[in-house]
Structures are given as C-alpha cells and as structure tokens.
C-alpha cells in the first residue's frame, strides 16, 4: 500500500493563508482521487476538498468553498490546497487522504477510506 506525506501546516493569523502539499508514493497503476480531511479537537473527521485524478471533478465542503482551492499536479499523485483566508474555525489537523473511486472519497464517510497520512496540523489565530 502506498504511503501519503503531507506538508505546510503550521500557525496563522486569521485573514491569512496557507498552502498544504500531499505526495503518494509507493503506488503504480492507475492514478487515484485525492483530497483532503480534517479533524478539530473533540470533533469527527469531516471532509474538505476531493479531485478527481485527472482534475475533471472537484468538489469541496459548504464551510471551505470559495476560500480553498484543491489542485494536483496532471495525473501524478501530488495534490495541494490552497487556504486563504482563514478562520479560527479552520484549526485542525488536516489529513491528506486517496481512493481509487473519487464518488467514494468525495460523498463517503471518511470511515470508507483507508488510505491516510499522518495529518499536518494549521492553527489559526483570531
């Protein structure tokens, strides 16, 4: 199974930006929808931002659209999410996750996925 690296988390003032970056590797064959999650403290895992493998579908959350953009690189398994401006409430772990069917990671429960990474934790300030 492949493994999932992010980075670009860290602290933020709110109003501010920050990009995170996911690389899978170990994993040949077809490429995979890839996106992204986030848990709060005390909170379920709740979905962010999907794409597809080829960029053709994207879809996002109520509470990021319009601030986040969700972009890969072609069809290699490297994507990225652009977060401007932020909230408070965006302060999570997020997680960078990947599925051969992007319907699933899109519009599934995050327990329907089994391929994350570690997480890179974002902290906005107010």
């Known amino acids: 199974q492949g493994q999932l690296v992010e980075s670009g988390g860290g602290l933020m003032q709110a109003g501010g930006s920050l990009r995170l970056s996911c690389t899978m590797s170990?994993?040949?064959?077809?490429?995979?929808?890839m996106g992204w999650f986030r848990q709060a403290p005390g909170k379920e895992r709740e979905f962010v931002a999907a794409i597809s493998w080829n960029s053709a579908s994207i879809y996002y959350s109520q509470s990021v659209k319009g601030r986040f953009t969700i972009s890969r690189e072609g069809v290699k398994n490297m994507v990225y999410l652009q977060m401007n401006s932020l909230k408070p409430e965006d302060t999570a772990v997020y997680y960078c996750a990947a599925h051969s069917s992007y319907t699933t990671l899109a519009y599934s429960s995050w327990r329907d996925i089994d391929s994350w990474g570690q997480g890179t934790q974002v902290t906005v300030s107010s």
């Open positions: 170990g994993r040949s064959g077809p490429s995979y929808a």
